[in-house]
């Protein structure tokens, strides 16, 4: 997953600077300082923990996310934002009744079998914002704001190493999988950076975001019911990212060499 996650960064920040090249061929291009509406497509990673009742379950994880907004000649910005959040840190076991005295689980061959518990989820908010900057010369950059409100959901991913446990076969995961979802809400609050010659683009800064979710599958077996607990998911985290301004329409340029 990293792996593919550092491909697509290479991948964005090449295209734009080859975009920009492109525009700029042997010279210098830089913009009057003013606002422009502006189409920005970004990726950002970010470190996070869990708060509320998500602590009892997962600790700390990292997610990734493709933000696509629109800012207008007056900063403020609309959009959508999705983020795909994983991590190796399951605190909440719903296999632990299967395992022996020998704290293994046997397999279907009578041999130990190995599990692999791993958190996965996923949110999506429809997001408005702004972009505070009155003073500075780049009228384009400044502080960032936005909230969003959409929905959220993660699960514990079950994986049998070994293929050796029917247990957990096929939909039999389902019935230990924890899959809660529910409306969420983001809040972030960083700084944007579009660059004035439009080569370097980047932002960062503090997100929070709150899922009131609750268990999504009819029942675990290991509850022996459903899992019907009202919740309220937390993840705090820091994040940073790289942006793809598109700009609507080309800006009062004046050339140098």
Known sequence: MKKYLFLFLIIIISISAFSQRQKMGSRRIEYADSCHHIMIIGIGLA????????K????????????????????????????YFFGNNVKENPLDYMYNSSNTITGSA???GAVRLNER?????????????????????????YLGLGYMQHKINIYDIDKSLPQITGNLKKGYDRL?????????I???????NRLINWFAGIEIQEGFTTGLR????DLMGSDSKQRHDILL??????????????????YYN
Not at 47 to 54: A, C, N, Q, R, T
Not at 180 to 188: C, D, H
Not at 237 to 248: A, F, N, R, S, T
């Open 180 to 188: 809660t979802g529910g409306p969420a809400a983001e809040q972030f």
């Open 110 to 112: 009578g041999n130990p």
């Open 56 to 83: 009892n379950r997962y600790g700390a994880d990292i997610s990734a996310g493709m933000p696509v907004l629109y800012k207008t000649g007056k900063n403020l910005l609309f959009g959508l934002d999705g983020n």
């Open 121 to 145: 989820g996923f949110a999506a908010y429809g997001v408005i914002g702004t972009v505070l900057n009155k003073f500075a010369k780049n009228k384009n950059s400044g502080l960032f704001v």
């Open 47 to 54: 470190g996070e923990l869990p708060f509320g009742d998500l």
């Open 190 to 196: 960083g700084y944007m950076f579009l660059a004035r």
């Open 218 to 221: 009819g029942y675990q077996y």
């Open 237 to 254: 985290g820091i994040k940073i990212g790289w942006l793809l301004p598109l700009y609507q329409k080309a800006p009062k340029e004046f």
